[in-house]
């Protein structure tokens, strides 16, 4: 059956442009989102994909860009406005008529996450739930694989896996599964509409086995090394990785450390909805250590180790003053995902003691400091969330 044109915005990013070569793959017409035409527009269009140029928080451009497709995946980028753009995408695919739009979220969202990108994220799915005539599906999934396997050149030539995940442990997907669940929900939004999921790895991993993954595949000894704070962000700094981004990274890495992404991982999720089973980390490996910035010589070695040692006198990130140089709004008791009861329970923890305290005995709200990442407990219960 011949299948509608498909339109994936955040089509340079990682899972949109893995959503395009999927669809592309299976004979889908897909319409890519880019904002500008450069070198990786010029490359979705010779892997076979029509490109338009679209602002994500304009509207009449977002209704050109949909003309003639049917369904959508909707990319959340990093942005303190993103739920501006989520909801304009939103009123588009209404007027447009689209029958679908598969919105990617995050396993973490809530209304009173710390962070501003996963409140938003929260918000904005509400948003896509409430579209009149237009089915809607979400995924969310957890720490992606990437997170880890971006700083592969460290590995590969400095023998290093840099962390800030402490010993906590999730199942992390490829960005490659994650799109092969948009892409199958995408060719049949009827079968899913409603529904969510959470594509993951096939098992959990702590930093020390993906470092012990890292070793077998490149060869050579890599170590986990936990990085302090300070130091990350000033690498996030070099590595351009985007303030706002690492506004939210401080929270979720304390997520982590306090098991958020191994709750209920991994799931069957990718097996269920693509009809083969996840990727395990080994191959996301095999998969980066083919980067250029991955290949053993001496100018990647040097490029890798100059950055390395220049980092603790580089000038950081300062996400502090970011939050409060554009006001972002702050719950009154924000609250990391293991220590709401509300996002415990609606995730699949299983605890009679946390149902009740939902109601009696709320946990203690975090408490944020602006000088660094002291996210401590208070004693005095605030009773406003989540009733
Ligand atoms: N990383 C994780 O562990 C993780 C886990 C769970 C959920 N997520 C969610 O994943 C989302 C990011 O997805 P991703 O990694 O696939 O994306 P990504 O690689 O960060 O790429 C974002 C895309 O959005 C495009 N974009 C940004 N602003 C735009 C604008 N104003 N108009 C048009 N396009 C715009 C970018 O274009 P340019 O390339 O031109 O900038 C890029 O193509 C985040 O919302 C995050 O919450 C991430």
């Known amino acids: 059956m011949k299948q509608p044109k498909i339109l994936v915005t955040g089509a340079t990013g990682r899972t949109g442009r893995a959503v395009v070569d999927d669809l592309l793959a299976k004979g889908v017409p897909v319409r890519a989102v880019v904002r500008s035409r450069d070198a990786r527009s010029a490359a979705l269009e010779r892997a076979g994909a029509e490109t338009v140029v679209a602002d994500m928080f304009d509207f009449d451009q977002l209704l050109v860009a949909m003309q003639g497709t049917r369904r959508a995946y909707y990319v959340p ?33 809530s209304p009173v996450h710390p962070a501003l990108t996963t409140r938003q994220t ?3 799915q509400q948003v896509f739930s409430m579209m009149s005539g237009v089915a809607h599906v979400r995924v969310n999934p957890g720490y992606f694989a990437d997170n ?24 992390p997907p490829s960005n490659e599964d994650i799109a092969r669940v948009v892409a199958a929900v995408l060719l049949d939004p009827d079968k899913h509409a409603g529904r969510e999921y959470r594509p993951t790895g096939p098992a959990l991993l702590s930093a020390s086995d993906m470092a012990e993954i890292l070793s077998r595949v490149l060869g050579r000894k890599v170590r986990r090394v936990d990085l302090p ?18 506004s939210g990274l401080r929270y979720y890495a304390e997520d982590h450390k ?41 100018a990647n070695w040097r490029r890798t180790f100059v950055g390395f040692i220049r980092t603790p006198i580089m000038i950081g ?15 009154p008791a924000p609250r990391l995902a293991m220590a709401n009861d509300r996002w415990k329970l609606e995730h699949g923890a299983e605890s009679g003691r946390e149902q ?32």
Not at 155 to 167: E, F, M, R, S, Y
Not at 264 to 290: I, K, M, Q
Not at 365 to 381: D, M, V
């Open 77 to 109: 980028f990093y942005d303190p406005y993103m739920i501006q753009s989520a909801a304009t995408f939103a009123a588009a695919a209404q007027e447009a008529k689209l029958e679908a739009v598969v919105s990617l979220g995050q396993w973490l969202a």
């Open 258 to 298: 306090q098991g958020a992404f191994a709750l209920g991982a991994p799931t069957n999720h990718v097996l269920e909805v693509t009809g083969r089973p996840a990727e395990d980390f080994e191959t996301s490996v095999r998969r980066y250590a083919t980067r250029p910035e991955a290949q053993r010589n001496f």
């Open 356 to 387: 009740s305290s939902l109601t009696d005995h709320p946990s203690p709200p975090l408490q944020l400091s602006n000088k660094n990442l002291r996210i401590a407990r208070t004693t005095s219960a605030s009773s406003t969330m989540y009733t």
């Open 317 to 331: 990130y300062n996400p502090e003053r970011l939050e409060r140089e554009l006001r972002f709004p702050k719950p």
């Open 229 to 246: 704070w300070w130091i990350f962000r000033k690498a996030a700094r070099i590595g351009n990785v985007g303030e706002f981004l690492v």
């Open 148 to 171: 880890s396997l971006r700083l592969i050149d460290y590995a590969a030539h400095l023998g290093v896996l840099p962390t800030i995940t402490g010993d906590g442990k999730d199942a």
């Open 122 to 124: 929260w918000l904005a």
